[in-house]
Each structure stands twice: as structure tokens, then as C-alpha cells.
């Protein structure tokens, strides 16, 4: 059994800073690729920025210079420094990452929650 949990979303205004967490927890052997994903309403789910195991990262072209995607391997954490936040980066964040399962020679996709980032102007 894995589980990603998410925090660090909230509200804020234009041009201010959050900085989300998403922890895998469970039966990990090793994660390879981590990404941050959003959801805005009535939109489809878009990717924002991914970090491969290497430290190798990749943005949107909404976010970059503003968004900032890390990962720490001995805690099984992604983490995204979103600065200088506008209206249109309201959206649920998802936080999602390739697992393989201790014992297990594959890999899968896993999601976290959520967690809603409100930006007001």
C-alpha cells in the first residue's frame, strides 16, 4: 500500500508565496519521476513541473521563473516554491509520482488528494 499526502495549499494574494509538500508513505522500494499537476474548474488537469530521480526538472511555460519544483529521497518528498502567484494559478494541486513497490519490479502512477491553491487579485 503506498499513500501521497499533500499540504501547504491555502489562500493567498497576487504576488504571494506558497510552498506545497506531498509525502509518499508505504511499501516503497524507489520513485523515479515526481511532478506537480493542477486542476483548474472546468479545465483539464495540466502539468506544471516534474523532477526525475537525477534532480532533472521541467516546467510549464505559465510558471517558469515563478514555480520551483524539489525533491529530498530520503524523506520520499516533492515539494513546489510557487512565487509570485497570479489569479490564474488558482487550481487543485496534485502531487504525483512512479512508484515501485518494494518486491516489485514495475512501476505505477500514484496521486495524491489535492490541495486547493486560491489566488485573489
Known amino acids: 500500500q503506498v499513500q501521497l499526502v499533500e499540504s501547504g495549499g491555502g489562500s493567498v494574494q497576487a504576488g504571494g508565496s506558497l510552498r506545497l509538500s506531498c509525502v509518499a508513505s508505504?511499501?516503497?522500494?524507489?520513485?523515479?519521476?515526481m511532478a506537480w499537476y493542477r486542476q483548474a474548474p472546468g479545465k483539464q488537469r495540466e502539468l506544471v513541473a516534474t523532477v526525475t530521480s537525477g534532480g532533472d526538472t521541467n516546467y510549464a511555460d505559465s510558471v517558469k521563473g515563478r514555480f520551483t519544483i524539489s525533491r529530498d529521497n530520503a524523506k520520499n518528498t516533492v515539494y513546489l516554491q510557487m512565487n509570485n502567484l497570479k489569479p490564474e494559478d488558482t487550481a487543485v494541486y496534485y502531487c504525483?509520482?512512479?512508484?515501485?513497490?518494494?518486491?516489485?519490479?514495475?512501476?505505477?502512477?500514484?496521486w495524491g488528494q489535492g490541495t486547493q491553491v486560491t489566488v485573489s487579485s
Open positions: 504525483n509520482m512512479r512508484i515501485r513497490r518494494s518486491g516489485y519490479s514495475y512501476e505505477l502512477n500514484y
Open positions: 508505504g511499501n516503497i522500494g524507489s520513485i523515479s519521476a
